[in-house]
């Protein structure tokens, strides 16, 4: 694969500054130049009883829980741009080796959690 082929996750921040996300190690067609270290960001959320009405009465039938797969995508959305705050502030324009993670903190509220490495690309 050519480097021209590789498409890139760009994510505008608040600032209106661009920053690459990815999941790998590197970035195809890119030198890492400088690198800041582990940056994180994360969020807990609760469930709503609707949702957890709706849910139960799913769990009868079968299928997907449409209510928590938003909950869980709104999440990561927030986790993600707090992690990429911090990065920003660091000086990175990169963060590489992005992951996710969840876990439950209390009855009903679980975190998702984001974190990789906030890196400067040229």
Known sequence: ??????KQHYV???EG????LTNIE???GKTIVEHFGLVSGSTIRAKHVGRDIMASLKNL???ELKGY???LSESRNQASRRM???AVEL???AVVNVRFSTSSVAQGAAEMYAYGTAVRVE
């Open 84 to 86: 990429i705050s911090q």
């Open 1 to 6: 694969m050519q480097t021209e082929d590789v």
């Open 61 to 63: 039938v079968g299928g």
């Open 26 to 28: 590197i970035i195809p």
């Open 69 to 71: 797969t938003q909950l």
């Open 12 to 14: 505008t921040t608040e």
């Open 17 to 20: 500054s661009q920053i690459i």
């Open 91 to 93: 000086g990175a324009n």
